[in-house]
């Protein structure tokens, strides 16, 4: 099967500083790549889509300058939170697609961000 | 819009036995993929199997088969011989080739007992 990877597993930050979430897929060219947030025991909520090359479409009620995103190759994306605040905290996932893999979305294993 | 909805919250089932999680989804595209992902403890989302809307057949990965009922927007999953690995929050997904994206359902937690 596809493998994305997601680093760091793990940030704790303090208030006001930037982090910064890499995505890598390993063995297929994303397409596009995705990036979800979730609340325990919730559903995935989806901030923003992005396609290689192109600028990120984010969804409604998403800070575009708050959570910045670059696709900057076909297989990697990076996820910046900037100027963190507590409220930031939470588990964020990335996902890629690729040709040839019928719509389908490869997880990464999620960012788990604390911010102090 | 796309919407999906999974009416069962939570759930259990004993080992060895046979589960059914709902799924509906309704969406306007005739062109479209539908998808159960499975969230173990560990967070890390999972393909569980994938069915494509222009095939009648439904689709079968080893212990997990689903009912495709099209004409009804129904997807729902059955997990056969339940295993205590089975234990996750189990995802109900719709994906439009021309949304690009995915909607997915509020999720269902399922519990295998020993």
């Known amino acids: 099967g596809a493998v994305v990877s997601q680093h760091p597993s793990w940030v704790i930050c303090k208030s006001g500083t930037s982090v910064k979430i890499e995505c890598r897929s390993l063995d297929f060219q994303a397409t596009t790549m995705f990036w979800y947030r979730q609340f325990p025991k919730q559903s995935l909520m989806l901030m923003a889509t992005?396609?290689?090359?192109?600028?990120?479409?984010?969804e409604q009620g998403v800070e575009k300058d708050k959570f910045l995103i670059n696709h900057a190759s076909l297989t990697l994306s990076t996820l910046t939170v900037t100027s963190a605040h507590p409220e930031d905290s939470s588990f964020y996932i990335c996902?890629?697609?690729?040709?040839?893999?019928?719509?389908?979305?490869?997880f990464g294993p999620g960012t788990r961000l604390l911010v102090l | 819009a796309q919407t999906v909805t999974q009416s069962q919250p939570e759930m259990s089932v004993q080992e060895a036995e046979t589960v059914t999680l709902s799924c509906t989804y309704d969406?306007?595209?005739?062109?479209?993929?539908l998808f159960w992902y499975k969230q173990p403890p560990s967070r890390q989302m999972i393909l569980v199997i994938r069915q494509e809307a222009y095939k009648q057949q439904n689709a079968t990965e080893n212990r997990f088969s689903v009912n495709f009922q099209k004409a009804a927007k129904s997807f729902s999953l059955k997990i056969s011989d339940s295993q205590l690995g089975d234990t996750a929050m189990y995802f109900c997904?719709?994906?439009?080739?021309?949304?690009?994206?995915?909607?997915f359902g509020d999720g269902t937690t399922l519990t295998v007992k020993p």
């Open positions: 997904a719709c994906d439009n080739t021309n949304a690009g994206k995915s909607t």
């Open positions: 969406t306007s595209e005739n062109n479209y993929y």
């Open positions: 996902s890629a697609k690729g040709q040839g893999h019928l719509e389908t979305q490869y």
């Open positions: 992005s396609n290689e090359g192109s600028k990120a479409t984010y």
